[in-house]
């Protein structure tokens, strides 16, 4: 399965490696320019099944989008990428609560 993280955070690091450990492909959107850069090298050291992609172009290019972002940040990151998020399963993990 091919999965696209928008964010880069503590969720998305979990969520991207029970991904890769379960074989699936794994493309992470970083809202600021290079944080998913960091976070695929990371990845990539531990990585074992699955690959791990970052796009600097923040293309959605799996068929199931995660959205690991701040909850504030949800409306407007949904916002920014409706027009790829038709037909796609969403994954929405945030949460108001602090």
Known sequence: MNVTIIGT??????????????GNSVVLVGQQP??????????QET??????????ENRLQGDV???????????SVVQE???QLEG???ID????VD
Request: aromatic share 4%.
């Open 9 to 22: 955070g503590n969720m998305a690091r979990g969520i991207a490696t029970r991904m890769l450990e379960g």
């Open 34 to 43: 290079g944080d998913a850069d960091e976070l695929v090298a990371e990845l």
């Open 47 to 56: 990585a074992s099944g699955g690959t791990t992609v970052t796009t600097t």
């Open 65 to 75: 989008v995660v959205l690991a972002v701040p909850y504030a940040a949800a409306g």
């Open 81 to 83: 990428y409706s027009d």
């Open 88 to 90: 796609k399963i969403i």
């Open 93 to 96: 993990i945030t949460n108001p």
